[in-house]
C-alpha cells in the first residue's frame, strides 16, 4: 500500500513563495503528481514528474511560477511555489501512479492534503 504525506503548506502573502514536500512510501518509481482543491471548485490538476528521466508537465495557471522536483533515493517530491497568488489558495494534494505518462490524470494513489493560503 502506498502512502503518501504532505508537508509545507502554510499562510503567505501574495509574491512570496512556499514550499510544498510530499514523503511516499511503500512502493518506489511511480510518477508523482500535485492537485488542489479550492472552495466550491473542482480539484484541478497542478504538476507532474515522471519516475525515470523527470518528465515534467504543469498546469497553464502555474507554468513559469511552480516547480515540481523529485528525489528518488527519499521517495520524495517537492513543489516549490514562487510568486504566488490569492488565487493560488487551496488544499494542495499529493498524488502518485504506475506508468511514466505525465500527461495522465489517473492517479491511484493521494495524500490527506496541505492547506496552502494566499493572501492579498
Known amino acids: 500500500q502506498v502512502q503518501l504525506v504532505e508537508s509545507g503548506g502554510g499562510w503567505v502573502q501574495a509574491g512570496t513563495s512556499l514550499r510544498l514536500s510530499c514523503a511516499a512510501s511503500?512502493?518506489?518509481?511511480?510518477?508523482m503528481g500535485w492537485f488542489r482543491q479550492a472552495p466550491g471548485k473542482e480539484r484541478e490538476f497542478v504538476a507532474a514528474i515522471s519516475w525515470i528521466g523527470g518528465s515534467t508537465y504543469y498546469a497553464d495557471s502555474v507554468n513559469g511560477r511552480f516547480t515540481i522536483s523529485r528525489d528518488n533515493a527519499k521517495n520524495t517530491v517537492a513543489l516549490q511555489m514562487n510568486s504566488l497568488k490569492p488565487e493560488d489558495t487551496a488544499v494542495y494534494y499529493c498524488?502518485?501512479?504506475?506508468?511514466?505518462?505525465?500527461?495522465?490524470?489517473?492517479?491511484?494513489?493521494w495524500g490527506q492534503g496541505t492547506q496552502v493560503t494566499v493572501s492579498s
Open positions: 511503500g512502493r518506489s518509481s511511480l510518477t
Open positions: 498524488a502518485a501512479k504506475a506508468g511514466p505518462n505525465v500527461r495522465n490524470m489517473e492517479y491511484s494513489y
